[in-house]
């Protein structure tokens, strides 16, 4: 998992740098969610689907038609 501290200029330039994927860094705070929540019972709606498909959106435009990262 990315590091859940990191500010969201670093990691969208670790994104950039492609160090990570969109899906990556969703899929750990959405675990982190679940880790977390159930002693602080701070969320009232997640719609991890959602989620997960703009994730995707996301990670597919960082790739060519090949499924690798574009430079």
Do not use: F
């Amino acid at each position: 998992m990315t590091d859940p501290y990191i500010d969201a200029v670093e990691l969208a330039a670790a994104i950039r740098r492609k160090e990570v994927n969109p899906v990556e860094v969703a899929d750990g705070y959405l675990a982190r969610m679940d880790e977390l929540d159930p002693g602080l019972n701070a969320l009232c709606h997640r719609d991890d689907e959602a989620v997960r498909k703009a994730t995707a959106a996301a990670d597919a435009r960082q790739r060519g038609p090949g499924g690798q990262y574009l430079t």
